[in-house]
């Protein structure tokens, strides 16, 4: 009785859908040319690719609704918590971070929290077996292989540019000669340990003599770091850093055996691209 229902419903949905507002049938559920023109917006991805990553997301959605996995409210809190305490950070100091780095709010952090959580209960729910931890010897090749990933600086030498328009900011990292009325900027020393872990972690990802991503300020602006030094790099202890390390092991595994899964799913799913966005 149940499907019954899920399947009259996705019929209503699609029946009262646009069909001109129609990029791709998945399964009779419908993804829409706005779906994939924002996509391509938020990735910097072709259509083509926009729709891929689209068709996967909406594939674990109806997978999740045929093996009933549901998260509550009670569970996006608690990881929420959870993540705000890894980086030690009151829950409000944590959101501020996410809204100005990452320029999530809070309830579009809360969607993405709950899409991970989905993802975990999916993985639970089609693995075979349970996933063994990683071996020693496993982690000792992961460290070695991912030493930049370990390594920080004491400090950041950058070029702060700062614009209320991020197609300006973007303009100039394209052409960094190009002199833009109506960018800012100033040359500082950022402390690592003075600022928001994320900030630190996307400074330490952006190599020398290269731009960090356009971010928000959080003043209703835009902000990006062309990084001059990386004062006192260290490296972090391998044994001090193990449970991090087995933790990221596990979740390329349990990414691997989602990937796979999805992609026999779609090989066998009722895929239609209906057109789209030139």
């Given at each position: 009785m149940r499907s019954l229902t899920l399947s009259a419903l996705l019929a209503t949905f699609l029946w009262s859908a646009p069909i001109g507002g129609v990029a791709v049938l998945v399964k009779n559920t419908p993804i829409t040319l706005y779906e994939v023109q924002e996509e391509m917006k938020l990735s910097g991805t072709s259509a083509a690719q926009s729709a891929d990553t689209l068709i996967r997301k909406k594939l674990e959605q109806l997978e999740a609704v045929e093996k009933k996995?549901?998260?509550?409210?009670?569970?996006?809190?608690?990881?929420?918590?959870?993540?705000?305490?890894?980086?030690?950070?009151?829950?409000?100091?944590?959101?501020?971070?996410?809204?100005?780095?990452?320029?999530?709010?809070?309830?579009?952090?809360?969607?993405?929290?709950?899409?991970?959580?989905?993802?975990?209960?999916?993985?639970?729910?089609?693995?075979?077996?349970?996933?063994?931890?990683?071996t020693t010897e496993e982690e000792n090749e992961y460290y070695q292989l991912h030493l930049d990933e370990f390594s920080r600086p004491e400090s950041f030498d950058v070029t702060t540019y700062f614009s209320s328009s991020q197609e300006a900011l973007m303009a100039k990292i394209a052409d960094p000669m190009r002199d833009i009325e109506i960018i800012k900027n100033k040359d500082e020393?950022?402390?690592?340990?003075?600022?928001?872990?994320?900030?630190?972690?996307?400074?330490?990802?952006?190599?020398?003599?290269?731009?960090?991503?356009?971010?928000?300020?959080?003043?209703?602006?835009?902000?990006?770091?062309?990084?001059?030094?990386?004062?006192?790099?260290?490296?972090?202890?391998?044994?001090?850093?193990r449970p991090q390390i087995a933790n990221a092991i596990v979740g390329e595994k349990r990414n691997q055996v989602l990937n796979d899964y999805f992609t026999r799913l779609r090989l066998n799913a009722d895929i239609k691209i209906v057109r789209l966005p030139n």
């Open positions: 996995i549901t998260v509550s409210s009670a569970e996006i809190n608690e990881e929420l918590t959870r993540m705000a305490a890894q980086n030690n950070l009151s829950m409000e100091q944590f959101l501020n971070a996410m809204q100005s780095v990452r320029g999530l709010s809070e309830k579009d952090l809360k969607i993405k929290v709950e899409e991970t959580i989905k993802g975990q209960k999916l993985y639970s729910a089609i693995a075979f077996s349970k996933m063994g931890q990683p020393t950022i402390p690592y340990n003075k600022i928001n872990p994320q900030l630190a972690q996307i400074l330490n990802k952006t190599p020398n003599g290269n731009f960090s991503p356009v971010l928000p300020n959080g003043k209703n602006g835009f902000m990006s770091f062309y990084i001059r030094d990386k004062n006192n790099v260290v490296t972090e202890n391998l044994e001090s850093i």
